[in-house]
């Protein structure tokens, strides 16, 4: 009886030593981490996200590391520029861990040495620069400390995806320095640009006065060529029906049997012609019977109404 029931309780002891073994052999590894394994306290290999198996008691987690995108908040520091500007910067880090065994075993805290590899580089990038550049060109900044850090960075299984640098803060005296010196370039640009629209203005002024006055001229030539030709378009017919008139005076005269009148001005000497001289003869020194004289008039003669 004691010897069957020191069996029963040695089989239930080994049960249960088995199934502790196993459970402890058993490991859960969550998603975005992994676990190292140690055998005798030596790195033997990692296990992946997933159910892993290690050898109880032989074998042991060592680290567990975390394999996703991580951020390190730099704090501010000071810095000072090539041109002895004392400023004010912080930064972020983004790194992922790409070989967990070198970022378990070659540093001791990765966190404190990527913040420490970061603020000695960004004292290092500022001091190289003006302070101008260091405002003006800040993914210059970051490009250069992408470089440097990921450089360093690499002998731990760390890569370095990105760092921006998030403030620049200058002393409040230069501050105030580069707002009034921004207020000038503004007000020299607003002055610039209303002389440059004062002059615009004054050429198409210029340039509306010029074709108006070219307008003007053109009319005033039309209005002349239309006066021109409607003289001369009404002088033709009044010279044909003052030629058809005396020609019907002289051939009534004939017909009717009574002395045929000359039609014109009476005969004076060379000297004392009037149409000579460019008058016409006064109406009580005519003859009676007779009509009004031809005038000439600019080379053409007309015929006068009587």
Known sequence: MDLTIGLSTF????????VITLAAGVKMIPQG???TVERFGRYNRTLESGLGLIIP???RIGRRVNVMEQVIDVLSQQAFTRDNAGVTIDAVVFYQVLDAARASYEVANLDLAMTTLTMTNIRTVVGSMDLDQLLAHRDE??????????AAASPWGVKINRIEIKDIVPPADL???????????????????????????AFRDAE??????????????MVSRA??????????????EAGAGGRALGDGAAGGGGVRRRIGPPRHSDGDHPIRRGR????????????RPFIVRRGERLLAAG
Request: zero cysteines; hydrophobic letters at 50%; a positive charge.
């Open 175 to 201: 501050a105030g320095a580069m707002a009034r010196q921004m207020k000038a370039e503004r007000e020299k640009r607003a002055s610039i640009l209303e002389a440059e629209g004062r002059r615009e203005a």
């Open 57 to 59: 008691f032989v074998e």
């Open 11 to 18: 089989a239930v002891g080994a049960a249960a030593l088995a």
């Open 33 to 35: 981490h992994v676990f």
């Open 227 to 240: 006066i021109a030709e409607g003289d001369i378009a009404a002088a033709k017919p009044a010279r044909r």
């Open 280 to 291: 016409t003869v006064p109406r009580a020194d005519r003859p009676r019977g007779a009509v």
């Open 208 to 221: 509306a006065r010029e074709r108006s006055a070219e307008a003007e001229a053109a009319a005033t030539g």
């Open 141 to 150: 900044i970051n490009e250069r400390l992408l470089r440097v850090l990921d």
